[in-house]
């Protein structure tokens, strides 16, 4: 472009004045994409004169965003440029003319607000990113002068909103929207994610933290946009619940989700995790009690959440039925920004606690690594009502939550003196809560406490397990009005057993474990009383009684075992001739403790086994029963007890003319002893 024309001139004009232009934003994008792309000799006087316009300021998120986007198609328009004009031999190459032009406009850009001056180099930096697809292979080192100039910017922007000196902040007046902040941090995370890690680490990582920290702490109004809950609402004729469009909670919810960080905190909260996350690689001797305070602040949002929360009639309401229309539609804010919370909470913890993973073990940080994921057990323990909503914190949860929780105990679980604590803490506090057993929130908290005590359950010691983890269980295992929780407390027995199975296994001596032994009568009358329809699934039936078994039959005494197998056995006598599917699912579980038992035991477990299936009726109940018990010999019986199961099996096949492998089937099948897998909620 050899002179000036009439698009340049308004470029310019429009640059010039204030915010009170009438020209439309739109229309500078594409006048600076496009100048910045094409004009000669160099575009570096044309970008001092965009990051010092007045037309910018005060800052908001339209116009930053303009400003990036601008450049951002800056660099495609300048690919276009290069290669329409790309003749001769001894022309240089793409890569080259573009890092000139880069440069030139940094050169530009120096000197600017730095707030400015972030928007511009990121937009470029995105637009390099764009483009790489299109260059050759060799040619695409065109991104490490953008790198390089985007780390230094907003590392000029962090030392402003960092400084101490009251004398300098007064010369940032052009910052003087309340959201410079945040805005700076939205604008950064979109392209600051793209620099490599060696060049992101030369960032003050701790002031940057903090300012994060302090931007997401804005965006939750520190946990307290539900404090007008209570006040706000009210009944209203056949609605129980209703909230007044113009009530308090209302207003505070409706700033909160309005608000430009609420609108971006997805890219915040993921910059948050990228910090945390090398931070921890690169210098865990500084980042971990910095971290330790930052994941403190997001469990005091979480703690205020739930105090407000809680006494509010929505906490304990199960149905769309009892809210008026304007209530629905303000639950549905709240609900939509405490999961917003909670997605932000997992994101950025989990990027810490992944990364203690590579600390080395002989590192003194090490030790305050338990308290970490104390807290942030705690920061879900307070949005725990808000997990349930998702199907819990262990098994049935989505990835990133299942993830997020057992790494936290697994951190947990290194420390046995952490561990006992926070498990005695837990179940303390679900028994000091006031609400009833029914009410949603007491059961969503007692869920999660559960499956946490579950996973610790091997690292606890036998006071802990017989004083708290039980006495917490004890009144879930006969209620299965709440399924998740009623399967949780099995889970924690079956646990508490199978912790004592395993260390009976390694041990020499029999000492320890008395108070596992004098609950296996309790729990095997326990889990014949959970036989009936709608308790325990003949599946989890099955694997809770096989692992109660095997658990008895750990210790020297056997009389345990063989007490269990005799309250199935009497079970079953008892059980009314009517009532054909109890029978059917108590036949299946005695079958499936046939793998638990020792070869002392099996003759006397397996004749009344050939009794019921000899004299079964239903011809396919029957086979059902065959099928389950050759799948018990063939994949799960012992080394010792498989020489008597064979001669035992091939000597009624024929009788029960099982359609399945005789017995070199089940030689030939056989693999070592395989241990039925517990897994969470049975």
């Not at 990027?351 to 338990?370: D, E, H, K, R, W």
């Not at 004098?518 to 729990?523: K, R, S, T, W």
Request: net charge negative.
């Amino acid at each position: 472009m050899a002179t000036p024309d009439r698009g340049h001139t308004l470029l310019l004009s429009s640059l010039g004045r204030s915010n009170t232009t009438k020209t439309p934003l739109s229309t500078i994008q594409a006048l600076i994409a496009h100048y910045l792309a094409n004009i000669h000799p160099s575009p570096t006087p044309l970008a001092a004169t965009i990051v010092s316009s007045p037309i910018f300021l005060p800052f908001s998120h339209s116009k930053l965003e303009v400003l990036s986007t601008s450049f951002r198609h800056a660099v495609h328009a300048k690919l276009q440029a290069l290669k329409a004009d790309s003749s001769g031999l001894f022309s240089p190459s793409l890569d080259t003319q573009l890092n000139v032009w880069s440069l030139a406009i940094f050169q530009g850009l120096e000197g600017g607000h730095a707030i400015v001056r972030l928007a511009c180099c990121s937009g470029l930096l995105l637009g390099l990113e764009d483009i790489l697809q299109h260059l050759p292979v060799k040619k695409r080192d065109v991104k490490g002068i953008a790198e390089d100039e985007l780390v230094m910017t907003f590392a000029d922007v962090i030392d402003q909103f960092s400084t101490s000196d009251k004398w300098g902040k007064e010369f940032h007046s052009a910052a003087e929207s309340a959201d410079a902040l945040a805005l700076s941090l939205i604008i950064a995370s979109q392209s600051l994610l793209l620099v490599p890690s060696e060049k992101f680490i030369a960032l003050p990582l701790s002031h940057l933290l903090g300012l994060i920290m302090r931007t997401i702490e804005d965006a939750f109004d520190d946990g307290r946009f539900l404090s007008s809950l209570q006040s706000s609402l009210c009944s209203k004729a056949e609605f129980k619940i209703h909230i007044p469009p113009d009530s308090p909670i209302s207003k505070s919810i409706k700033n909160v989700s309005n608000s430009t960080s609420m609108a971006h905190i997805g890219s915040i909260s993921k910059l948050c995790a990228r910090t945390v996350s090398l931070f921890v690689d690169h210098r865990p001797n500084v980042a971990l009690p910095l971290i330790s305070e930052a994941y403190q602040k997001l469990n005091s949002i979480a703690a205020h959440v739930e105090t407000d929360w809680f006494p509010t009639s929505l906490s304990g309401a199960t149905g769309q039925s009892l809210l008026s229309p304007d209530a629905r539609e303000i639950a549905t804010a709240i609900w939509a920004t405490l999961k917003t919370l909670l997605f932000s909470v997992i994101m950025i913890t989990e990027a810490g606690l992944s990364a203690l993973v590579y600390i080395p073990s002989n590192s003194a940080v090490l030790q305050s690594t338990s308290t970490l994921a104390v807290i942030v057990l705690q920061t879900l323990s307070h949005l725990s009502f808000v997990i349930a909503q998702f199907g819990g914190a262990g098994h049935g949860a989505f990835d990133e939550l299942k993830k997020l929780f057992y790494l936290a105990l697994d951190v947990l679980a290194s420390d046995v003196t952490e561990s006992n604590k926070y498990a005695r803490h837990l179940c303390d506090v679900e028994s000091g809560l006031e609400p009833p057993r029914a009410h949603p929130f007491y059961l969503a908290k007692k869920a999660f406490a559960l499956s946490a005590i579950e996973q610790l359950i091997p690292v606890l010691d036998e006071s802990t397990i017989q004083e708290f983890v039980f006495t917490a269980c004890l009144p879930h295992l006969s209620d299965a009005s709440h399924h998740e929780t009623f399967e949780s407390a099995h889970s924690v027995v079956l646990a508490t057993f199978a912790s004592h199975a395993q260390k009976a296994r390694e041990s020499t001596s029999q000492q320890g474990g008395s108070f596992t032994r004098n609950i296996v009568p309790f729990y095997a009358n326990c889990l014949i009383d959970n036989s009936v329809q709608g308790r325990l699934s003949t599946l989890q039936l099955r694997l809770a009684f096989a692992a109660l078994v095997r658990s008895a039959a750990s210790s020297i005494d056997l009389s345990l075992a063989w007490f269990c197998i005799d309250c199935l056995l009497t079970a079953i006598a008892n059980t009314s001739e009517h009532d054909d599917e109890r029978h059917h699912r108590l036949h299946l579980t005695l079958i499936s403790c046939v793998p638990s038992v020792p070869l002392c035991l099996l003759p006397g477990l397996l004749d009344p086994i050939r009794l019921f299936i000899d004299g079964a009726h239903d011809e396919k109940k029957r086979q059902e029963l065959i099928d389950a018990l050759f799948a018990e010999i063939k994949e799960r019986v012992g080394d010792r007890e498989k020489e008597y199961m064979v001669r035992w099996w091939g000597d009624l096949r024929m009788k029960w003319a099982h359609t399945g492998p005789g017995r070199e089937g089940i030689q030939g099948g056989h693999s070592l002893d395989t241990e039925v897998t517990l897994t969470p909620r049975l």
